[in-house]
C-alpha cells in the first residue's frame, strides 16, 4: 500500500474514533516518513480526540515546523491551546490565520467558539455569520450560533434558527434537542409529534436516540403526563447510561484524597489580601439552584455573572490532580514559595473575559470539590453553597442531558446516590474546618421568602442592597449556558420545589437510600 493510501486509511480511522490505532499506525509510519508534517498532523489529533493535549501540541509544532504555510496544523493547535485554557495563544493564531485567509471557514468557526467561551458574544455571533456567507447550509453552525442566542436569552431569534435547521433536514436531532430547551411544551406542542415519529427511525444511532428521547421526556414533563416522561427518561437514561464509562471509584478516590490533604491544614489562619478584584464562588450539586442565586446576584449593578466557567477545575487537574489523587507536595511547594500561581492564572483569565466590574460571579456547581483550593488560593473570595432538596436535586440531574464527561454519574440511579452521598460527605467536611467562609442558602427559602434572602445574601457578599435583584429575569446581561437558560430567565417560581412527588411511584426506592447528614 503506497503512503497516499495509509494516509487515506488513517483519516477514516480518525473519522471512526480509532485514535488509539490512529497514533499507533502513524508512529510507524513515521519512522520511514520523518519529513511528513501531515504525519505529525494526524497523530496530534489523534492525540487531541484522546485529551493528550500537551502531546498533541508537540506534534502540531513539528507539524508547522515541516509546513509553515499551512493553515490547518494552526488552525488545530489553537484548539489544542482552547483545551489548556491558553486563549491569548489561540486567538493570536486565529488572527493570524484569517489575516492571511478571510474566508478559512475552521478558523472562523473556531475563533467563534473560543469569542463564546470568553462570553464575546457580539464577536462569537459576528464569526458565526461570516462562516455561514461562506457555506450556508452547514446546519452544525447554524446550530451553534442558536446557542449563542439561546446563552443571552435571545430565545425567539435562537427558535427561529433552530426552526429553519428541521425545515432544511427534519431528522436532524441536535436542533429538535434544542428546540426543546427554548420551548414550555405546555404552550407550544407543535415540535413533540415530529420527535415522536423521529424516534421510531431505527436507523438513528444509539446516543441520537438518548438525546431525542431525553427531549420527549421533557415535552411530557411540561405537559404534566409524568407516566409517559419517566418512560422516555428512563430509556434516555439507559441508552446514555451504556455509552459512557462512569468510575464511582475514581471519584471516591479523589474526594478521599482531598480529605485526607485539608484535614492537616489549619485553614482558619489564612488570611484576605488586599484585592479590589472579588470573586463569587457558587457551588452546590448541579441542579440546585446555582444558577437561579447567580441570576440574582449577577443583576447587580456592581457584579458580573460568567455563568459556569470550567477553569479552576482545568487548573487544579492540570497543576495537582494525577491518577485522581491529589498531588500533596505541588501544593506545599507552592504553598512555601508564596508565589500565589493559581490565583493569578485566574485573575489573567477573567481578564479575558468581556467583564469590567469589580465583583464576578464563577457559578461552577461541582467546584465544590475544591472549596479548600479556593480557601486557599483566592483569600478575598466568597464560596455560597446552594442547597435544594435532595429528592428535587436527584430528580433534575436524572431528567437532564447533560454534554459534559463531569456528569455521567448522572445516567444511573444508583450512582447519582453514591455521588450525592459523596457531595454529602465533602460538604460536611468544608463547613467543619472553613467556617464562616462559605455561606448556604436553601433553594425552597430563597424562592418562598426571596427579598429577605436576598438581602442576607448580598450582605455576606458586601453588597449594597439592589432592587434589581429582585427583577433578575429582567436582565440581558447574564449568561447563561446550561440547561436551565430558559427557566432561568423566567421570574422566580416555585413550581420546582417538592417536584419529586410527580415520580415518587417510580424513585421512591432510591430517594430513601440518600444519606442526608
Known amino acids: 500500500m503506497d503512503l497516499k493510501k495509509k494516509v487515506d486509511q488513517l483519516l477514516q480511522e480518525l473519522k471512526l474514533g480509532k485514535f488509539s490505532k490512529v497514533i499507533s499506525d502513524t508512529e510507524k509510519l513515521l519512522k520511514k516518513n520523518q519529513d511528513k508534517g501531515y504525519l505529525f498532523n494526524i ?19 513539528k507539524a508547522i515546523t515541516l509546513e509553515p504555510k499551512n493553515l490547518g496544523h494552526k488552525n488545530n493547535l ?6 489548556q485554557c491558553r486563549y491569548k495563544e489561540a486567538e493570536d493564531i486565529f488572527k493570524k490565520i484569517l489575516a492571511f485567509d478571510s474566508g478559512n471557514t475552521p478558523a472562523l468557526v473556531n475563533y467563534a467558539r473560543l469569542k463564546n467561551i470568553l462570553l464575546d458574544f457580539k464577536k462569537s455571533i459576528n464569526l458565526y455569520e461570516n462562516a455561514l456567507k461562506l457555506i450556508k447550509n452547514d446546519l452544525g453552525i447554524w446550530l451553534n450560533l442558536g446557542s449563542v442566542y439561546q446563552s443571552i436569552g435571545e430565545f425567539s431569534k435562537a427558535n427561529n434558527i433552530f426552526d429553519n435547521i428541521l425545515k432544511v433536514k427534519p431528522n436532524f436531532v441536535p436542533a429538535h434537542v434544542s428546540i426543546s430547551k427554548v420551548n414550555d411544551y405546555n404552550e407550544n406542542k407543535s415540535n413533540l409529534s415530529l420527535m415522536l415519529n423521529l424516534n421510531k427511525n431505527n436507523n438513528l444511532g444509539k446516543k441520537a436516540k438518548s438525546d431525542l428521547e431525553f427531549a420527549i421526556g421533557k415535552a411530557y414533563d411540561d405537559q404534566k403526563n409524568y407516566e409517559l416522561s419517566i418512560k422516555y427518561f428512563e430509556s434516555a437514561n439507559k441508552k446514555r447510561k451504556e455509552l459512557v464509562n462512569y468510575n464511582f471509584k475514581s471519584d471516591e478516590k479523589l474526594f478521599k484524597s482531598i480529605k485526607n490533604y485539608f484535614q492537616n491544614i489549619d485553614l482558619s489562619k489564612i488570611k ?12 452546590g450539586l448541579p441542579r440546585s439552584g446555582t444558577t437561579l442565586l447567580e441570576q440574582i446576584l449577577s443583576a447587580h449593578q456592581e457584579v458580573f455573572g460568567a455563568g459556569e466557567l470550567d477553569f479552576l477545575r482545568q487548573i487544579i487537574n492540570k497543576n495537582f490532580v494525577q491518577d485522581n489523587k491529589l498531588l500533596s507536595q505541588k501544593i506545599n511547594e507552592l504553598q512555601v514559595s508564596n508565589n500565589n500561581e493559581i490565583n493569578d492564572k485566574y485573575f489573567d483569565y477573567l481578564m479575558n473575559l468581556n467583564n469590567n466590574s469589580i465583583v464576578t460571579i464563577d457559578k461552577g456547581p461541582q467546584n465544590f470539590i475544591w472549596v479548600g483550593f479556593i480557601k486557599l488560593f483566592f483569600k478575598n473570595a466568597k464560596v455560597i453553597h446552594s442547597k435544594r432538596n435532595l429528592k428535587d436535586t436527584f430528580l433534575s440531574n436524572y431528567k437532564n442531558n447533560f454534554a459534559s464527561k463531569d456528569m455521567d454519574w448522572t445516567y444511573e440511579p444508583l450512582d447519582i446516590i453514591k455521588y450525592f452521598n459523596l457531595y454529602n460527605d465533602l460538604m460536611n467536611f468544608w463547613k467543619k474546618i472553613c467556617g464562616d467562609f462559605i455561606y448556604e442558602v436553601d433553594y425552597e427559602s430563597i424562592v ?50 417538592n417536584s419529586n412527588k410527580h415520580y415518587k411511584q417510580n424513585l421512591e426506592k432510591y430517594f430513601n437510600q440518600l444519606d442526608y447528614k
Do not use: M
Not at 43 to 61: D, K, M, P, V
Not at 78 to 83: E, G
Open 272 to 283: 484576605k489580601e488586599k484585592n479590589p478584584k472579588k470573586i463569587i464562588f457558587i457551588v
Open 43 to 61: 497523530c496530534g489529533l489523534a492525540h487531541q480526540r484522546l485529551n493528550n493535549i500537551e502531546t498533541s501540541i508537540n506534534y502540531f509544532n
Open 448 to 497: 418562598n421568602n426571596n427579598e429577605t434572602d436576598i438581602r442576607r445574601l448580598l450582605n455576606f457578599c458586601e453588597l449594597d442592597w439592589d432592587e434589581n435583584c429582585l427583577q433578575h429575569h429582567k436582565s440581558k446581561e447574564t449568561i447563561i449556558k446550561t440547561v436551565s437558560a430558559y427557566q432561568a430567565r423566567k421570574p422566580i417560581y416555585k413550581t420546582s420545589v
Open 78 to 83: 489553537a484548539n489544542s491551546f482552547i483545551s
